[in-house]
Structure formats: structure tokens, C-alpha cells
């Protein structure tokens, strides 16, 4: 396990393969672990072709305004694999 945060970051960015794998297999593998953990809050999926960055924006500005804690998760990232998390 990695010990330092560049470590860890170095770790997540290796994960990743280089080519793109077509199919549905690593995300149906995904989904088969997701539905195993207990949700202990309300969760917002955004999906589509065009401004899901903006719609995430919008809906964790909204939420701030709001008092509610929010944790967003995007990909991919621009520069830096810590713009996924925020």
C-alpha cells in the first residue's frame, strides 16, 4: 500500500489501462459491488453526452447554499488525477 499521497496517486493512475476496452464487463463488475454496500445517503447520478461537468457544478453549488454536505466524484480529469474527488 502506498505510503505518501503522490504514492497513492501514482498507484491509482497505474490501475488504469491505456487502451480503451470496449464492453460492458468492468462496469457491470463495478455495479455488482456498488449495490453490495449499504447507502447511508441520498446519491445524484449525472450521465449523458454533454455538461455534466456544469450540471455537477450547478447541483454542488445548490447544495452548499443549502447547509448539505456533498462529495463529487467526475472523470475524467483534466490535468491532475485529484480534480476527480472533491
Known amino acids: 500500500m502506498p ?3 503522490d504514492a497513492w496517486l501514482d498507484f491509482i ?3 488504469h489501462p491505456a ?3 470496449l464492453g460492458l464487463d468492468r462496469s457491470r463488475k ?3 459491488r456498488l449495490i453490495e454496500l449499504p447507502l447511508k445517503s441520498q446519491t445524484i447520478t449525472v450521465a449523458g453526452t ?3 461537468g456544469t450540471t455537477v457544478a450547478m447541483l454542488e453549488s445548490l447544495a452548499s447554499v443549502n447547509n ?3 462529495v463529487s466524484f467526475t472523470s475524467p480529469h483534466l490535468f491532475d ?3 476527480r474527488i472533491k
Open 30 to 32: 463495478v455495479f455488482n
Open 13 to 15: 493512475q497505474a490501475q
Open 19 to 21: 487502451d480503451i476496452e
Open 81 to 83: 488525477y485529484r480534480e
Open 50 to 52: 454533454n455538461g455534466k
Open 3 to 5: 505510503k505518501s499521497l
Open 68 to 70: 448539505l454536505s456533498v
